[in-house]
T-cell receptor, first 115, second 113 residues
Framework: KAGVTQTPRYLIKTRGQQVTLSCSPI?????VSWYQQTPGQGLQFLFE???????NKGNFPGRFSGRQFSNSRSEMNVSTLELGDSALYLC??????????????FGSGTRLTVV | AQTVTQSQPEMSVQEAETVTLSCTYD???????LFWYKQPPSRQMILVIR??????QNATENRFSVNFQKAAKSFSLKISDSQLGDAAMYFC??????????FGKGTSLLVTP
């Protein structure tokens, strides 16, 4: 069974540009969550999508957005990149929304560097 | 807001020995879930063990076990018979049902031969 797949693995962007990251969940999983990991702030929740609807949102500016497609694949977009957006972006999938009885399975992340 | 505290930034253990990683959390909820995740250099977060707050029995997964003290809001991870492959960052995480994971800052575990 394939795991959670995130593409690309590495990305370098210039300040002011925008970027789109992709996440393909485990087959059959309908929930996709995104987390930002930085040395200073640690792991922070961005948002969760379930059945194409955003269910939860963390405390991030509107430059961070996402969406989920009918096949449960999700994309995360960051517009007007800032140096502080440099981070590892992790995607996690779950069969159902919320943590409940299943927990989350994570991908290997996309390392975004903003220069 | 719920907070998760891991007071040990780094820990070291010899192969085959036992090590305990500490985690405390703050919440006013009675129903919640606690997790330990491992993040090796490959960056993927791997679920090590999970505990439902309503269960009094401590969770166990092979060499990994937890000491869940609900009243003290403590959730420590014990790794027995440590192996070189256990070296990684370990994150403690808390979640209410239906909500996102709140992570601690992590503990870096070094395993020496």
């Amino acid at each position: 069974k394939a795991g959670v797949t995130q593409t690309p693995r590495y990305l370098i962007k210039t300040r002011g540009q925008q970027v789109t990251l992709s996440c393909s969940p485990i087959s059959g999983h309908r929930s996709v969550s995104w987390y930002q990991q930085t040395p200073g702030q640690g792991l922070q929740f961005l948002f969760e999508y379930f059945s194409e609807t955003q269910r939860n949102k963390g405390n991030f500016p509107g430059r961070f957005s996402g969406r989920q497609f009918s096949n449960s694949r999700s994309e995360m977009n960051v517009s007007t990149l800032e140096l502080g957006d440099s981070a590892l972006y992790l995607c996690a999938s779950s069969p159902l929304t919320g943590v409940d009885n299943y927990g989350y399975t994570f991908g290997s992340g996309t390392r975004l560097t903003v220069v | 807001a719920q907070t998760v505290t891991q007071s040990q930034p780094e820990m070291s253990v010899q192969e085959a020995e036992t090590v305990t990683l500490s985690c405390t959390y703050d919440t006013s909820e009675s129903d919640y879930y606690l997790f330990w995740y491992k993040q090796p250099p490959s960056r993927q977060m791997i679920l090590v063990i999970r505990q439902e707050a309503y269960k009094q029995q401590n969770a166990t997964e092979n060499r990994f076990s937890v000491n869940f003290q609900k009243a003290a809001k403590s959730f420590s991870l014990k790794i027995s018979d440590s192996q070189l492959g256990d070296a990684a960052m370990y994150f403690c995480a808390y979640a209410n049902s239906g909500y996102a994971l709140n992570f601690g800052k992590g503990t870096s575990l070094l395993v020496t031969p």
